[in-house]
């Protein structure tokens, strides 16, 4: 079967670095999504990967090995508004999206 | 520009009621979806469009039946509400269907069976 494995919670300090792991086992691969979802609202794109390496956007960062079937979301000088779930979510070989069930990051002062 | 709209909002149903959930998108966008989203579970597709007057199954059809009669609406229906039915409805939409395949999400239907 398809799976995606995410911590179900991190938590973390204000001003601080923090990494998200992703891990899955799809049928296939064409890409892999990081959407963030506040609560209570909707999930909101955050990046895409479909060749290894770092892809770096202002403070967030997306890393993927496809061969070792990892993916990670690095958030620096981490923010209050920072608090929201991170959903990581791979497309694999027919083109759907395999999603995993969200990592809650909670930010402390 | 509104995005994805998602009407209603909040509903509460008892065993047995039939409704409508409605999501419009002003982006012409050929692709949309619905989807639920229960607690420690990833979000879960029901049903699908690749175009207007098109629908396809996805993971968990079944007590769900859709349209797509004009490209820019996608309804779900439930003919006959469960307490299993009970959930989040997010509706998506993308211009495509394969490669970076951005999803615009609605704000979300919660919906409660009694």
């Known amino acids: 079967g398809q799976n995606i494995d995410q911590p179900t919670e991190m938590t973390a300090t204000e001003g601080a670095i923090v990494q998200i792991n992703c891990t899955y086992q799809t049928s296939g691969f064409n890409g892999l999504f990081w959407y963030q979802q506040h609560a209570g609202e909707a999930p909101t794109f955050l990046s895409y990967n479909v060749l290894d390496g770092l892809e770096e956007k202002g403070r967030f960062s997306s890393f993927l090995s496809r061969s070792k079937g990892y993916s990670y979301l690095l958030l620096k000088e981490l923010q209050m508004k920072d608090s929201a779930s991170y959903l990581c979510a791979v497309l694999d070989s027919n083109y759907q999206l395999i999603w995993g069930a969200g990592t809650k990051l909670i930010i402390k002062p | 520009n509104a995005g994805v709209t998602q009407t209603p909002k909040f509903r509460v149903l008892k065993t047995g009621q039939s409704m409508t959930l409605l999501c419009a998108q002003d982006?012409?966008?050929?692709?949309m979806y619905w989807y639920r989203q229960d607690p420690g579970m990833g979000l879960r597709l029901i049903h699908y469009s690749v175009g207007e007057g098109t629908t396809a199954k996805g993971e968990v059809p079944d007590g769900y039946n859709v349209s797509r009669l004009k490209k820019q609406n996608f309804l779900l229906g439930l003919e006959s509400a469960a307490p299993s039915q009970t959930s989040v409805y997010f509706c998506?939409?993308?211009?495509?269907?394969?490669?970076?395949?951005?999803?615009?999400f609605g704000a979300g239907s919660r919906l409660t069976v009694l």
């Open positions: 998506a939409s993308s211009l495509k269907g394969s490669g970076a395949n951005v999803l615009t």
């Open positions: 982006m012409n966008h050929e692709y």
